[in-house]
């Protein structure tokens, strides 16, 4: 099982990115599916995540600015950030929902004011 986050970079705060997580070795619409993030001295969180009938959850403070979402065909898991702030700035993973032992390098967001 491989799970590869990319998308991050460093932008200024109400900008946007797209991250993208490839999986490899089960299939994600299949799977109850998530996007977590882990801030320097804090704990990794669930921030998004998407079931494997197509619901979609958030935590409130990103609701109206983030969306998670799945290309079934290429096994895919996106997730769409707007209006960044600098709170967002973290190490961004993908996982499944509970998630599995193995995590993979995380894309960093880093977000300037």
């Known amino acids: 099982v491989q799970l590869q986050a990319s998308g991050g970079g460093s932008v200024q705060a109400g900008g946007s990115l797209t991250l993208s997580c490839t999986v490899s070795g089960f299939t994600l619409s299949f799977e109850d599916m998530a996007w977590y993030r882990q801030a320097p001295g804090t704990q990794r969180e669930l921030v998004a995540e998407l079931s494997r009938y197509g619901t979609t959850d958030y935590r409130d403070y990103i609701i109206g600015r983030f969306t998670i979402y799945r290309d079934v065909m290429k096994n895919i898991l996106y997730l769409q950030m707007n209006s960044l702030k600098p709170d967002d700035t973290s190490v961004y993973y993908c996982?499944?929902?509970?998630?599995?032992?193995?995590w993979g390098q995380g894309t960093l967001v880093t977000v300037s004011s």
């Open positions: 996982n499944s929902k509970p998630p599995r032992p193995t």
